[in-house]
């Protein structure tokens, strides 16, 4: 079988196992100009190794607002509803867009992320973590790590911090799992994506007009165009402060039952945790790839990249570049991980890091005091290509 010319994150291998195949690129192509996958940009370029990956995440010249490269060419306005709603919607969200909107947005909220404003959380997500693994299965039953634990303490977690109250979670959960295909989804997934979003615009409408606890609460006196994107930023923070989450914690407790050695270490010295989640991060993180534009021509290890062409730093990748980390395919929880990726960098670094820090933290922490062992049921792992890496279920024996 011959090897494909560029790299694909869709293919079932890769998705499988993408590791193997970064190693390949960054030895044989790891500034690689490939196929665009829109004519809007003129060549789509991806970034494997860490120093090309991190320079890309912090260069001025490079942002996410792809309007600013291809004036003209969004038709959102020829769609119809619910898709322009949509559209709308996902285009005013921090995530995409460049200063000043970006600076504007972001400073609206990110006091609320620093590391001051969560400390009061960490005890309410130990308890929750507890009461989770309370009512897990007697010896012998099967426990999934993402839908019995990993997704109720996170997805709470994040429904603290805006001040959703318990009553409603579950709604707000239910309605946040058709959005996952906005990050690539076909037309039938983006219709349900688009009555999703309508739906949690309005329950963030109603909550945002009554609620005086939490974020939201901030937004109570804003009007017309500022309530607009108060409700965008609410969505955006609520869906990513757990969609990530699950699945770090998930390939964390994958890779410890996947080395015991690993595993005895932490449960012999939980000091190590800190470390552990940094290299839980680095070894299998659930954002894969980044996304940025080139406003301008520049060169990046070597290569000239034109303006207007797609960059695509691969997070997973620049994770396991042998230049930074040592030995990069062992998992180690004494290693010093600290130039991980996974959380992006730049003014687009993750909002939530110090939080989904926390999270996985205190999760892992709680399964090895209340799992006796992490054993994995004999049943095949399927891996999800999305917006995060990471698997359907991980299910453990009891």
């Given at each position: 079988?011959?090897?494909?010319?560029f790299?694909?994150?869709?293919?079932?291998?890769?998705?499988?196992?993408?590791y193997?195949?970064?190693?390949r690129?960054?030895?044989?192509?790891?500034?690689?100009?490939?196929?665009?996958?829109?004519?809007?940009?003129?060549?789509?370029?991806?970034?494997?190794?860490?120093?090309?990956?991190?320079q890309?995440?912090?260069?001025?010249?490079?942002?996410r607002?792809?309007?600013?490269?291809?004036?003209?060419?969004?038709?959102?306005?020829s769609?119809?509803?619910?898709?322009?709603?949509?559209?709308?919607?996902?285009?005013?969200?921090?995530?995409?867009?460049?200063?000043?909107?970006?600076?504007?947005?972001?400073?609206?909220v990110s006091?609320?992320?620093?590391?001051?404003a969560?400390?009061?959380?960490?005890?309410?997500?130990?308890?929750?973590?507890?009461?989770?693994l309370?009512?897990?299965?007697?010896?012998?039953?099967?426990?999934?790590?993402?839908?019995?634990?990993?997704?109720?303490?996170?997805?709470?977690?994040?429904?603290?911090?805006?001040?959703?109250?318990e009553?409603?979670r579950?709604?707000?959960?239910?309605a946040?799992?058709?959005?996952?295909?906005?990050?690539g989804?076909?037309?039938a997934?983006?219709?349900?994506a688009?009555?999703?979003?309508?739906?949690?615009?309005?329950?963030?409408?109603?909550?945002?007009?009554?609620?005086?606890?939490?974020?939201?609460?901030?937004?109570?006196?804003?009007?017309?165009?500022?309530?607009?994107?108060?409700?965008?930023?609410?969505?955006l923070?609520?869906?990513a402060?757990?969609?990530t989450?699950?699945?770090?914690i998930?390939?964390g407790?994958?890779?410890?039952?996947?080395?015991?050695?690993?595993?005895?270490?932490l449960?012999?010295?939980?000091?190590?945790?800190?470390?552990?989640?940094?290299?839980?991060?680095?070894?299998?993180?659930?954002?894969?790839?980044s996304?940025?534009?080139?406003?301008?021509?520049?060169?990046?290890?070597?290569?000239?990249?034109?303006?207007g062409?797609?960059i695509v730093?691969?997070?997973?990748?620049?994770?396991?570049?042998?230049?930074?980390?040592?030995?990069?395919?062992?998992?180690?929880?004494?290693?010093?991980?600290?130039?991980?990726?996974?959380?992006?960098?730049?003014?687009?670094?993750?909002?939530?890091a110090?939080?989904?820090?926390?999270e996985?933290r205190v999760?892992?922490?709680?399964?090895l005091?209340?799992?006796?062992?992490?054993?994995?049921?004999?049943?095949?792992?399927?891996?999800?290509?999305?917006?995060?890496?990471?698997?359907?279920?991980?299910?453990l024996?009891?």
């Open positions: 079988m011959t090897s494909p010319r790299f694909d994150h869709t293919d079932p291998a890769v998705v499988a196992d993408p193997p195949h970064y190693a690129w960054r030895e044989t192509d790891p500034i690689q100009r490939a196929p665009s996958p829109s004519q809007i940009f003129p060549e789509q370029w991806f970034l494997f190794r860490h120093a090309e990956v991190t890309a995440l912090r260069d001025s010249r490079l942002g607002d792809w309007h600013a490269v291809a004036p003209g060419q969004s038709r959102r306005d769609l119809p509803e619910p898709l322009r709603a949509l559209v709308e919607l996902v285009d005013g969200w921090m995530l995409v867009v460049d200063p000043p909107l970006h600076t504007e947005l972001r400073g609206a006091d609320a992320f620093r590391p001051r969560l400390a009061g959380l960490e005890d309410s997500i130990a308890r929750r973590a507890e009461a989770l309370a009512r897990a299965p007697l010896a012998g039953g099967v426990f999934d790590v993402l839908a019995d634990f990993a997704l109720p303490l996170t997805s709470n977690a994040i429904a603290d911090v805006l001040g959703i109250p009553a409603e579950s709604e707000f959960l239910r946040t799992r058709g959005l996952e295909a906005v990050f989804g076909g037309p997934q983006l219709q349900r688009a009555v999703a979003a309508r739906e949690l615009s309005l329950l963030f409408e109603r909550l945002i007009a009554v609620t005086r606890d939490g974020l939201l609460a901030r937004f109570a006196d804003s009007r017309g165009e500022q309530r607009r994107r108060a409700i965008g930023t609410c969505i923070l609520y869906g402060g757990f969609a989450t699950v699945h770090a998930g390939n407790v994958l890779a410890l039952a996947r080395h015991p050695e690993a595993c005895a270490e449960r012999a010295d939980p000091s190590l945790l800190p470390s552990a989640v940094e290299e839980i991060l680095r070894y299998d993180p659930p954002t894969q790839r996304q940025r534009f080139a406003h301008e021509s520049l060169e990046l290890g070597g290569r000239l990249v034109p303006k062409a797609l730093p691969v997070l997973g990748s620049a994770n396991r570049d042998p230049e930074v980390f040592a030995d990069p395919e062992r998992f180690d929880v004494r290693r010093d991980s600290r130039a991980q990726v996974a959380f992006g960098g730049g003014i687009h670094s993750c909002l939530g110090w939080l989904a820090r926390l996985v999760a892992i922490a709680a399964l005091r209340r799992v006796p062992h992490l054993n994995l049921a004999d049943e095949p792992l399927e891996w999800r290509e999305s917006a995060a890496r990471g698997l359907r279920r991980l299910p024996v009891l």
